[in-house]
């Protein structure tokens, strides 16, 4: 017997019809093999779109919202999906309960609209499932200090079913989505993006932190930390409802087991492993700062006590003597606060103008492999100015590479580097 968390993700859940073809993986996953059955718990996310309709209503009714009764509405999606689904797996003859976040509870410390899951009780769903009876968690939702409703930012589920995981000492925590695994880029983007099998935990983090959203990034920390095995998977892999056992996505491993894993040649060791893009951070300039000590602290205290998280900074050289500009990004979402905050301390800051720029795009470039070997960022720049595609500022870690780009350049500069390092599969069309 194992047991297993199952997630799956909005485009999974849109429907009855749906629904219902995720309730035939669980029950099958349920049944096991040759008779032995494992206990399954299914963390659901919401029908695709719905979390985008519900922030719309948000908006509309007040567009300065209160993050708590944001978190009211929004975690509704949720509430909805765990509800069918248990009841068409009832309808399937098969024992099931939706446990909300308040139920089980799932406490969450922090922000509302952003909250972080602190503890879950996994008492009452291992008692349920040693009955046989399916636990259905609604992700992305859990229950503040205050007893109020809380979500997890956008992409939650993720980060949910690896806490329920971890918190119910499950073997496996299975992400079914509307691909069948983690691949070298977004394969919306490029047809010729190839599937990984297995990927490492760090260039997981970092591949979601810079825009891979097919998990969130909470989710890939969480899962580092607490040894949470993790599965990327597909839920339309064919029309018999065939759970994991029977066709894997893509593992994502410890370090040790990759290094086995390239060992046994199951796996081929890429410089780079993949691409991601990300067109939700807009950029901020800030003309003719002051050059002296202390200017840069007045920029972004302000931005850091309202958390909004600065990600590439640039000081660009001045233009006269003892002025500078300051160019950084912050998510899109925050770019109207993070104007007002500046706009109010100007005095302070002593700025001269305040610019703004939603329309560009972050393209990152992750691997291993960087640690060891110097080059990528140069083949990098290289293919870029190639196609004549300019970069606006550049940020780098130890397993990465970022440009900031025009956004309307961002599929072909994916398209580019994923050729220019190698990832592309062969062509099937050709010859
Ligand atoms: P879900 O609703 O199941 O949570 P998401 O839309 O959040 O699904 O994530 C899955 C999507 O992530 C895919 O449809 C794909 O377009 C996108 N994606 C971005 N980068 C990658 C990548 N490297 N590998 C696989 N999918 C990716
Ligand atoms: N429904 C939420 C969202 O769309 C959470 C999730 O699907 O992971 O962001
Ligand atoms: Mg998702």
Not at 182 to 194: E, F, H, L, M, S
Not at 266 to 274: A, F, I, N, P
Not at 399 to 422: C, N, P
Request: with cysteine; glycine share 8%.
């Amino acid at each position: 017997m194992a047991r297993i968390v199952m997630k799956f993700g909005g485009t999974s859940m849109a429907g009855t019809e749906r629904i219902r073809r995720v309730a035939n993986i669980v029950r099958r996953q349920a049944a096991g093999r040759d008779g032995e059955r494992n206990q399954v718990a299914v963390v659901v996310s919401a029908m695709a779109g719905e979390t985008d309709r519900l922030v719309n209503f948000c908006r509309e009714a007040n567009a300065l919202y209160d993050p708590a009764e944001y978190d009211v509405v929004v975690a509704s999606g949720e509430q909805v999906t765990s509800g069918l689904l248990a009841l068409t797996l009832q309808a399937l003859g098969q024992p099931a309960r939706s446990w909300l976040g308040w139920q089980l509870p799932v406490h969450t410390v922090e922000n509302h609209a952003k909250a972080l899951i602190d503890r879950i009780e996994g008492s009452g769903l291992i008692a349920a499932m040693e009955e046989g009876q399916i636990a259905v968690i609604p992700g992305f939702q859990g229950l503040s200090p205050e007893g109020r409703v809380t979500t997890m930012g956008r992409g939650g589920s993720d980060t949910s079913a690896v806490a329920v995981a971890a918190a119910i000492g499950a073997d496996r925590c299975d992400i079914y989505t509307d691909v069948d695994g983690v691949y070298t880029t977004d394969p919306r983007i490029v047809a010729r993006a190839r599937k990984l099998k297995a990927v490492t935990y760090e260039e997981m983090l970092e591949l979601a932190s810079v825009g891979a959203k097919v998990l969130q990034t909470r989710s890939v920390g969480l899962a580092m930390r607490a040894g949470v095995r993790v599965q990327v998977l597909s839920s339309f892999v064919d029309d018999d409802a065939t759970p994991a056992d029977d066709h894997p996505g893509t593992m994502i491993v410890s370090e040790d087991e990759m290094n086995q894993l390239v060992e046994r040649g199951e796996v081929e060791r890429q410089l780079v492993t993949g691409i991601a893009h990300d067109k939700n951070e807009a950029k901020i300039i800030l003309t003719r700062v002051p050059d002296r000590p202390g200017s840069v602290a007045h920029i972004f205290e302000p931005l850091a006590k309202a958390s909004i998280n600065v990600d590439m900074i640039i000081q660009n050289v001045g233009r006269d003597k003892g002025e500078t500009d300051v160019t950084f990004t912050v998510p899109q979402a925050d770019l109207a606060r993070a104007q007002a905050l500046l706009e109010d301390r100007r005095e302070e800051i002593g700025y001269n103008r305040i610019i703004t720029d939603s329309h560009i795009a972050k393209i990152s470039v992750v691997g291993v492999g960087m640690k060891s070997h110097a080059g990528v960022a140069a083949t990098m720049f290289a293919a870029l100015a190639e196609r004549g595609i300019n970069i606006q500022a550049i940020t780098t870690s130890e397993i990465k590479v970022s440009v900031m780009i025009d956004e309307d350049e961002t599929e072909l500069a994916v398209r580019v580097l994923h050729t220019a390092y190698g990832l592309d599969a062969p062509d099937e069309s050709a010859g």
